[in-house]
């Protein structure tokens, strides 16, 4: 007699893939222009349908949208972020910033875009392609980036790129070190400016390293160097 065998079937559970959701601000005319997680349906997905914004994706700023001033409504973790704009955008912190898992924020086409406070934009890299970058924000705040508490980050300046930086803290709060600082890498034909709020004799932002490989620095008017007990070294080890 032949004997049945009970085989066990292994249910296996995916992970749902992430895709890229692109910026519209249209939902409706209170929050139009608010980016929160899972509330107004101010995105499109890959198949064109109107969605609300799910953590864990990708998210995509283009020219498409006619809503240039976006509000950060909640805290809200894309995968990455890319600005693909030849028309200037900003993008203000209310009640929420963008925070982890973002590992790259990138930011390619001719126009600005203004983190206007601290909207905590990247927490490992950010790669300015072409265009203007600007961040600003209050003193001991961060608007571009997560650069305390142990953790560092890679600001890469291309080619036609331009990091522009508002207040001296405007790219993290803590004490210059290579722990939690910020590596600028700016390359032939690439500006890195410091610009408005950047004072005398102070500390300037929280730079740990800065590579010039053909890249400009910009320095305020009148700027005589930062605090002589915490240096603000190029890549090289030389102050600048």
């Given at each position: 007699?032949?004997?049945?065998?009970?085989?066990?079937v292994?249910?296996?559970?995916?992970?749902t893939?992430?895709?890229?959701?692109?910026?519209t601000?249209?939902?409706?005319?209170?929050?139009?222009?608010k980016?929160?997680?899972?509330l107004t349906?101010n995105?499109?997905d890959?198949?064109?349908?109107?969605?609300q914004?799910?953590n864990?994706?990708?998210?995509?700023?283009?020219?498409?949208?006619?809503?240039?001033d976006?509000?950060?409504?909640?805290?809200?973790?894309?995968?990455?972020?890319?600005?693909?704009?030849?028309?200037?955008?900003?993008?203000t912190?209310?009640?929420?910033v963008?925070?982890?898992?973002n590992?790259?924020?990138?930011?390619?086409?001719?126009?600005t875009?203004?983190?206007?406070?601290?909207?905590?934009?990247?927490?490992?890299r950010?790669?300015?392609?072409?265009?203007?970058l600007r961040?600003?924000?209050?003193?001991?705040?961060?608007?571009?980036?997560?650069?305390?508490?142990g953790?560092s980050?890679?600001?890469?300046?291309?080619?036609?790129?331009?990091?522009?930086v508002?207040?001296r803290?405007?790219?993290?709060?803590s004490a210059?070190?290579?722990?939690n600082?910020?590596?600028?890498?700016v390359?032939?034909?690439?500006?890195?400016?410091?610009?408005?709020?950047?004072q005398?004799?102070?500390n300037?932002?929280?730079?740990?390293?800065?590579?010039l490989l053909?890249?400009?620095?910009e320095?305020?008017?009148?700027?005589?160097?930062?605090?002589?007990?915490?240096?603000?070294?190029?890549?090289?080890g030389?102050?600048?």
């Amino acid at each position: 007699m032949k004997k049945a065998l009970a085989v066990g079937v292994a249910v296996v559970g995916f992970a749902t893939c992430a895709e890229t959701l692109t910026w519209t601000g249209s939902d409706d005319a209170s929050n139009g222009n608010k980016w929160f997680t899972d509330l107004t349906k101010n995105w499109t997905d890959e198949s064109g349908a109107q969605v609300q914004w799910k953590n864990d994706n990708d998210a995509r700023f283009d020219d498409s949208s006619a809503c240039r001033d976006v509000v950060i409504g909640s805290n809200v973790g894309p995968r990455t972020t890319t600005f693909d704009v030849n028309t200037d955008m900003t993008l203000t912190s209310s009640g929420g910033v963008i925070t982890y898992p973002n590992t790259l924020l990138a930011k390619y086409g001719l126009g600005t875009v203004w983190f206007k406070n601290s909207a905590n934009a990247s927490q490992n890299r950010v790669e300015v392609w072409g265009g203007t970058l600007r961040a600003s924000s209050p003193n001991s705040t961060r608007s571009l980036g997560n650069g305390d508490s142990g953790n560092s980050y890679d600001i890469v300046v291309h080619d036609g790129g331009k990091v522009w930086v508002d207040e001296r803290n405007a790219l993290g709060p803590s004490a210059v070190n290579a722990v939690n600082g910020v590596h600028v890498t700016v390359y032939t034909n690439g500006i890195f400016s410091l610009h408005n709020g950047i004072q005398n004799n102070q500390n300037i932002q929280n730079i740990a390293t800065l590579d010039l490989l053909g890249g400009t620095l910009e320095l305020p008017d009148g700027y005589k160097g930062g605090d002589q007990t915490q240096p603000w070294l190029d890549g090289n080890g030389n102050r600048v």
